[in-house]
Structures are given as structure tokens and as C-alpha cells.
């Protein structure tokens, strides 16, 4: 068994001094004008997103903790896009990266189980290279604990982990989401992930399980209910930077000592070269674009977590 | 634009006089002995399944009108797993079957555009068959509208599918789509799914909207009521056979003019000749079991459809 992913984590984020993610969501349309295709094939689409990824990966490396690779991105271009999406995992762990992978998957148990295997577990293949899994995943829940049970069965056996949708970034979830009257439907899938998260084998030393909650800021009031109501959930925040929120609305996600989140930023770093400002300070410079602002962002959250 | 999905899938029914449909899940430990790979490469185990799934194929294309392909058995095998998945959806399609990709994505809006485009819409590649994209895929709705908007518009301009989740065959699921007090949480998706099929351009001419639902049956009462609830939603039956859903609980997911539904079966017709009732009767040729498992199905169910 390896070491617990909750731990793993909590010790690269005090070694970075940040609790900053990077989520790696390439579209070709948006890359860096040198990187961009000459040929409508599949193959040429495939080789400039990884060309892009690992070019951002180099740069954030040093800076973050951590990367979160969107599987969507990689499939608009099919298997072929799916084994790129490996690669850049096992290029991210290279680096000395922890890596999430964004696929929030969400199926009855005996397709859990598969998918299971494909995304987070040890390979079963001799030719398939383990540091190409992730070592958590984002999941949906919505499917009830079966859907999620081969997960957290794998984060335990492996030292990985996990993140079950609780609040999602998009604002349009909340018609889903704040379902119910006294009791609303994110709340009754807040004290799943709770539940499915306990358990002596599942909490790690940091006193965090392998279970997490993506918890998007919204209200301060709202978000410190469910970080009350979830004391052992290791969050991932999303929607930081284009999405809109900010250090401080992320603060309540934190636990008190500090420890207890990652937050993602995406668009606002990797795409930070179509940024005027940013190319008027880095000139055609892309990756200089990039550094600057995982550098403001990192720096930005940093005050978040206030470790021993 | 494509012909509609629903008037496509309406015709291929009335055709094979049949609403039956087969799911392609495809598990490397339990394939017919004499496809089983024989080294630890994951190019065998893919070859292995693949074969499985075309020899599936060849069996079942005269006796059912659609096949559902479950991309999570195909990514148990990575990149290379998800390749072999548009190879079996493009060969379902020259065998003249509609296929129905079973993906379950659900993503928030920026996402989700990106995996319509390796899901649902055309390829915008020189080199990526049209026909190795499904005519339709499955999706998780709990993110809310523009999760599955992307697919909405695709399915519009192409004349394809969708089915949102609206109650899961799993009855672990239950913990999650029973809540609620007057009102449901699976009445509250059923009400979303009702709405976004709706409008001009997305009934066909048989009165069936583009966007469908899965909904597995449980008692007749409430199945009666998701139907009424839903009266131009076309549904998908999952639960038949292994999951134990009989024809006759299927019943009441048809419209009073036998329209309106298909009823999928997997386990328990590609995988008969693990039957050992099955193998008396047919020996060791594993594909005159699963026709014949196949045959049963679809006699079984041809009754639900009344048309004129």
C-alpha cells in the first residue's frame, strides 16, 4: 500500500508553500500560435494539446503542487486524444507533480468497477506504465455508493483518492443542486461523501481521508456549513480565477490549521498568453505568460493555508 | 441535417419488429476461452475484447435494431481501449445497427462542449470516420443544463440522440434519486429532461423528441407516471435479464402506440454461453448461444410494440 494520497498531498502543498492547482484544459483553438496544427488530422491535433501541456507542466512544476488533467479536453479527439491524456499524467509525475484526473465519472457499480480500473487503479498490463494513473480522480455520485465504492476500494489498497461532486463551479448546476425545501439536494450528497469517507483505513496521518468534495465558493456562510459538515473531507475547489472566485471566498473551504483544500486554476494561467497585459510584460513569450501568473496565483492562495 | 434519431430509431423498431437492444460490455475475464489473450499486453486484452464485441455483432444485427456500447468496459483499457470502442461502434454500423454510445458524462458547461465534440458531433478531423461516432450516447444531467446543452445543439443539427439519467437500474442508486419529500429528486431530472426536449426542432415526425431518458422500471405505478410526465421523451430500458426487469415491467415505458421505448439487455445475452443450459443445447459455439439468448430477448419483448 502506498503512502495515504490525503497525506501525499497535504506534505507537497507545505513543500511548495501553497495549496495552488493547476488544471490543464487544452483546446486547440486557444494554444500558443507556434503550436497550433498544419493539418487536419487527428494525430497533429493530438501532438500539439500534449506539446502544449507539457510546456505548461514544465513551468508550473516548481511552482504548484499539483496539476489537474481535464480527461474532456483529450476525448473531443478520441482514443487518440485519451492516450495523450495518459502521457501528460505520467510527464506531470516526472516532474514531481501530484496529478487529479478531471473525469467525473458516474455509473452503476458493475460499470464503476471498469472504470475503476482504467482510471485509478495499478495497471493489470505489462506494457502499460503505472505512473500514467492518476493519483485521484474526480467522480459523480449521483449513482449512489456503488458508483464510488471500486474508487475508494482502490484509494485504500493503492494510496490514492478521490473527489465526489458536492458543489459544482457552473452556476447552472444550482437548479439541480439546491433541489429540496429545509433540506437541499447538494446537503443530502454532502453527508454521503462524509459517510463514504470514514473509516480507519480511509483517514490518513494529516487526519484526512481518501474521500474528497469538489466544493465550489459560493457564499462564506454556505461554505463553511459544509466544511463544518464534512471535518475529515479533503476539498478541491474549483472556479478560481475565470470562473470568478477568489482567496478570500475560497478561505472557508480551508480547515483551521490550514490544511483541508487544493485550488484549481485553469484558463487564468494556462491560457494567460492571450492576456494583452500579459504579452505587453512577456512579449511573445508564452510559457513566460504562463509562469507569471501560476507565480500571482500561487502566491495568491498561498496565505490560505497557515501550516506548523 | 441528418433524419431525426427518434423517426430513425422509430423505423429500425418497426423493421426488426422488435424493441430490443443490446448492450456491448465487454469483460476480458469472461469472453469465450478461445478469444482470451494470451500474453499481459493491453493491445491483446483489446484485441481480445474487440473480437468479442464484433463476433457479438455479427450475431445480433439481423435480430435487434440498435446496440449500446458501454465506453467504461473499453477504458478499463486506457487509450487504446477507447480506440477499439469507435472501431466496434463504426463495424455496429456497417452491420446496419443504430448505436447508442453509453458514456454517462456529465460535465459543467465549458467541459461538456468538448466532450460532445469526441461524442456525439462530427468529426472535425480528415482522418476520424463519421461512422465510428455514435448515433446517440447517455449522459448525466445532475450538473444541469448546460452539462447536456452542448449535446442538445449536436443532436439538433446532425439528427442524433441523447438519454439523460432519470432513474438508474442500480437500486443502490435509490439512496440519492428518492429524495426528497412531496417531490422526488428523480421527479425533479424528470421534469429538466421533459423541458429540453422540448421545441420545434427537436420532436420528429413520430412525436418523439431527440432527448431521451434512461429510465429503468420499477413499479408499474410510478414507471406509468414518469411516462405521463414525459408523454414526447423517448426512453431507455435498462435492467432487463441479469439486472431482473421482465417484459412486462417494461410495459409501461411504451406510449399507448408502442412507441417511445427501447429495452436493452447485456449480461445476459452476450455472455449465454456461460449458461450451462445454454451450452447442452448449443455446445461450445459461443455465438449460437448469444443468438439464441438474442432471439429470446427480442421475441420476448416484440410484444411491447404495437404498431401499426
Request: overall charge neutral; aromatic content about 8%.
Amino acid at each position: 500500500m502506498g503512502e495515504h494520497f490525503s497525506d501525499r498531498l497535504t506534505r507537497a502543498i507545505r513543500e511548495r508553500g501553497t495549496p495552488a492547482m493547476v488544471g490543464l484544459d487544452p483546446v486547440l483553438e486557444s494554444l500558443p500560435g507556434g503550436l497550433r496544427p498544419r493539418d487536419r488530422h487527428v494525430s497533429s491535433a493530438v501532438a500539439a494539446i500534449e506539446a502544449f501541456c507539457r510546456g505548461v507542466i514544465d513551468v508550473v512544476a516548481p511552482l504548484v503542487p499539483a496539476v489537474k488533467v481535464n480527461a474532456g479536453f483529450f476525448e473531443a479527439f478520441y482514443g487518440v486524444g485519451l492516450a495523450a491524456y495518459y502521457r501528460v499524467v505520467a510527464y506531470a509525475h516526472t516532474r514531481g507533480l501530484l496529478v487529479i484526473g478531471d473525469i467525473k465519472r458516474g455509473d452503476i457499480g458493475s460499470t464503476a468497477k471498469l472504470y475503476a480500473r482504467g482510471h485509478l487503479d495499478s495497471p493489470a498490463f505489462d506494457d502499460v506504465d503505472p505512473a500514467s494513473i492518476p493519483d485521484a480522480v474526480t467522480l459523480a455520485g449521483y449513482l449512489g455508493e456503488n458508483a464510488v465504492r471500486p474508487f475508494i476500494d482502490t484509494a485504500r489498497r493503492l494510496g490514492k483518492g478521490l473527489y465526489v461532486l458536492v458543489r459544482p463551479s457552473d452556476p447552472g448546476a444550482d437548479e439541480v443542486h439546491e433541489f429540496g425545501a429545509e433540506r437541499r439536494f447538494y446537503q443530502h450528497m454532502t453527508e454521503f461523501v462524509r459517510r463514504w469517507g470514514e473509516g480507519p483505513d480511509l483517514i490518513g496521518e494529516c487526519g484526512l481521508s481518501c474521500v474528497g468534495a469538489v466544493v465550489a465558493p459560493k457564499d462564506a456562510a454556505s461554505t463553511a456549513a459544509l466544511r463544518a459538515m464534512m471535518p475529515r473531507t479533503p476539498f478541491l475547489v474549483p472556479g478560481y480565477g475565470a470562473q470568478g472566485a477568489t482567496a478570500e471566498s475560497c478561505r472557508p473551504c480551508f480547515r483551521a490549521d490550514g490544511t483541508g483544500a487544493v485550488v484549481n486554476a485553469s484558463r487564468s494561467v494556462i491560457y494567460a498568453f492571450n492576456d494583452a497585459q500579459r504579452v505587453k510584460q512577456h512579449g511573445e513569450d508564452w510559457q513566460a505568460c504562463v509562469a507569471a501568473a501560476c507565480r500571482e496565483f500561487a502566491g495568491d492562495v498561498a496565505g490560505l493555508t497557515r501550516l506548523a
